[in-house]
């Protein structure tokens, strides 16, 4: 590491810096540096030695080999684990700077002084398309400054832009075998050193060497590279909180800066949990909230772009009209966008503390619902923030959920939860502050679980999910709703929303239903039961000492419940503690029916109900089906089922999910899977086939029913003997679904799933 | 006649041309020379065909029309491409604009304690901030 010899500036065009009003920087030996100290000098990281291998980098003035925090020194500095490594943080006991608007910031960080490595890549984000690695362009650094400004005044955590220097010269390495051999050069003699090694690595047929160098040095010579000193309140992103011990330094970190020890003993107490899905996710809802009403996005707001409290750094993608930029308004896919990205940054760090599954249970399914807890607190925050009223809320919270469309590669699941988010969100958000009180340990055992302090800070489970505990949970659990299927009773109104509240419920939401039938001691609702019985139908034999992995670690939940259903409704359901899908195999669909009754759902809208989750059982299953005379197979999705559930359609409804269909798809058994449908396919009796619990994804369908065609000719060629014409073995769609079959045609059945039936 | 040494009779041999001239193409399509070493080396090979052209000098067996047609379009080549880095080169140096201020301190408008003036940056070729 060597020190720079810069200028400082005191903006970049029109746009100024503005100076801090309160600059201190405390070294550990008790040293205090003022900003000119600071800013005077810039250390630059010049070796991968440096960069990477030393945990702690000393700026040297002319001492060599100086201990740290050696009084010669101006200040330490050290790499910032960011996402692009390219910034020093400076290694103070502490950091006290304050803005003009009065707001505090405890932490100051160096970037785009990283010359361990430079060299030309492609960059998506970079103004010119390349970038020097380790480096910050100038051309965006005006949108910065001007973002930071505007965020910070309106009280909203945001990067500080505080300092800015621009090099005079740069150090470039000379000797590939001696990384501390360098030379200070002009940036003219970088950008054409830099420009020949890539012309020379990255070899184009259309192009010699000597043309892509030129045409490279004259697509940057507009750009500089700068040099810019950022306070933020914490050195952490949140992408890092994934990481235990990080997050351990991160509160040593909040308890470095803050002498009081009530904060201490506070934080020691406060498990991690409760920090990110109730107070990490609340601020960070806010914050979107406040950014989005004042007109700006940021463009990429993922965990490395969020610190570890929840301000905003790296603003180069922030657009809005009131930065002055001449940019568009923003619009809801921008929005959208961003609260999307948000969200995902909740879940994948939450990813990161996902328990052993030899773990509690309890322990997985609780990091699910974290995730689910901690995306509806977020945007029950933001709804807050952005004072919709409730038809607002409902419009934005409806195209929400149109923007976050399922792709073909998406699995279900996480739409799914993704629709429980929003439906948990709008419930808190209608429910309003009156719901807090309802709050306690009993009511939210899994939570207890995690030991969540939630009554040490206000802003803990401020957004209660009133959707377990008051608006959701009485519609959703009531007797109305299950035993009648009055679908629209969910709410006193019929808004696209409810529908969309109706696909979670149908979808991924089945786990729920057995969690709050054990809660609410409805279990000897139908429905309930049914949850039950679907979910538990993949249980495998199980040992509860020796769980290895998640999904028998699930299925083994699911055993204790269905136990304890047996229990509770008697002996004739004595087998349900048996794998359920033995238990059916053994059971013609009559006898089932015969000997359960309660599959006989008010007078049969339902005939059957069966769930595959394994396709290990799929052949198995259709052999028993076999008993099955006649046939006729359906394609529609779930809005369809759905339908034809409420209007007491006597069909026999197979659910094959999506994961189910994947993995046919996948396997190499992929043919006599399918062979398996199509072979038994004439003697089912009505059968209608759903692909995906949220099949209202068109494209899985599409696909899947091509797949289908494509193996069904395969199998005709493949069967020797057949007498019948392949024709006739086409499935016998009626006019009417097979138009359903289009993609147009699915699409609005999927919208029709997201409307009022 | 630089790099091409004739005789006294300012003839030198097919071999030898060639073989000066290939090796200032080879230098001046190495991309990782400097670009204003290419350039010379490119303009050289130009001045000897020039001078071939001029009959300032004899080439024996004389090179055939393709032949130098195919030095002068790749030295030409070579040219342009280094002209064009030399113009982008110079336009990030004087794009920087700091050095000029460095040596000529702006006059701060109207100083305070908490806006110090600091000459202002402009990366995009906009007037300096004096």
Known sequence: MIRLETQQLSGFNDTLIDEPAHFEVTLPNGQVRDYDAVIGNTPAVTSEYDAYDQPQLVLQTEVPDVLP???????????????????????????????????????????????????????????????????????????????????????????????????????????????????????????????????????????????????????????????????????????????????????????????????????????????????????????????????????????????????????????????????????????????????????????????????????????????????????????????????????????????????????????ARFCEVVTGAYCSFIGGEEHIKDVNEEDMPSIENYDLHYDRKDTVFRAAPARFFKEFRDRLLSNNWSRNHEYESLHETDKPLHSLMKAAIRSDSLRFFVRHAEQSGLIDEPALFMAALTMGSSITNVDPENVPNKNQALHQYFVRQGEKMVEQLGDEYTQYDKPVMEFLLN??????????????????????????????????????????????????????????????????????????????????????????????????????????????????????????????YKNLEGEEGDNEEPEKLKPELPETVAGDLSLDTLRQNRLRLFSTD | MGEFEANSRQVISQEDFMRVADGLLAHAEDPSKDVNECLVSAQTLVQGLDDVKAGNLHVEPPLSEEQVSSYRKQSQLVIALGQKSVRALQATSERRGFLRRRQEPPEPPTPTAQQPARPAYSGTGSDAKK
């Open chain 1, 69 to 415: 925090w050696d009084e010669e020194v101006h200040y330490p500095a050290g790499r910032l684990a960011s996402f692009h490594g390219r910034t020093l943080e400076i290694l103070a006991g502490k950091v006290a700077v304050e803005d003009q608007f009065g707001n505090h910031y405890q932490s100051v960080s160096i970037k785009g002084s990283d010359f361990s490595d430079p060299h030309i890549f492609s960059s998506e984000t970079a103004s010119r398309g390349f970038i020097i690695h380790g480096l910050q362009e100038s051309l965006v650094l005006e949108r910065v400054i001007r973002a930071s400004r505007l965020l910070r005044e309106h009280g909203i955590p945001a990067e500080y832009i505080c300092g800015l220097v621009i090099p005079d010269k740069f150090p470039m390495h000379t000797d590939p075998d001696n990384p501390d051999t360098r030379q200070l050069v002009p940036l003219p003699e970088l950008v054409e050193a830099l420009a020949a090694d890539y012309a020379q690595e990255e070899l184009e047929e259309s192009r010699t060497p000597l043309e892509v160098k030129a045409d490279m040095i004259e697509k940057l010579h507009d750009v500089d590279y700068l040099i810019t000193y950022r306070a933020m309140d914490a050195p952490y992103r949140f992408g890092e909180l994934a990481d235990p011990d990080t997050l351990d330094e991160f509160y040593d970190f909040l308890i470095r800066q803050n002498d009081d020890p009530n904060l201490h003993e506070y934080l020691e107490e406060l498990h991690p949990m409760t920090y990110i899905v109730a107070q990490f996710a609340v601020e960070l809802g806010i914050n979107v909230a406040k950014m989005h009403k004042l007109g700006v996005s940021h463009g990429f707001l993922h965990s490395e772009n969020i610190t570890a409290l929840g301000s905003f750094v790296d603003l180069d993608s922030c657009r809005g009209e009131p930065l002055g930029l001449g940019d568009d308004p923003i619009t809801d896919k921008d929005i959208y966008k961003d609260i999307v990205w948000a969200m995902r940054s909740l879940v994948d760090v939450l990813d990161g503390w996902q328990p052993s599954p030899h773990d509690d249970i309890n322990g997985f399914l609780d990091i699910t619902s974290m995730q689910v807890y901690a995306r509806e607190f977020f945007l029950t925050e933001y709804l807050k923030e952005r004072s919709f009223d409730k038809s607002a809320a409902e419009a934005f919270l409806t195209g929400l959920v149109s923007y976050q469309q399922p792709k073909r590669t998406q699995h279900y699941g996480s739409f």
């Open chain 1, 587 to 712: 059971k013609s669909l009559g006898d089932l029916k015969k000997q359960t009754g309660i599959l006989d759902w008010e007078n049969g809208a339902i005939t059957s109900l069966l769930y595959l989750n394994g396709a290990t059982q799929y052949e198995r299953i259709f052999k028993a089906l076999d008993l099955q005379p006649q046939s006729k197979i359906t394609y529609i999705n779930v809005g369809e089922a759905m339908r034809r559930a409420v209007n007491k359609q006597d069909d026999t409804i197979l659910i094959l999910d999506y994961g189910v269909a994947e993995f046919i798809a996948e396997t190499p058994r992929k043919d006599d899977l399918w062979k398996a449908v199509f072979g038994y396919r004439h003697k089912f009796k009505p059968l209608i086939l759903i692909e995906g619990l949220l099949a209202g994804e068109p494209e899985i369908c599409l696909v899947h029913y091509e797949e289908l065609e494509d193996a069904r």
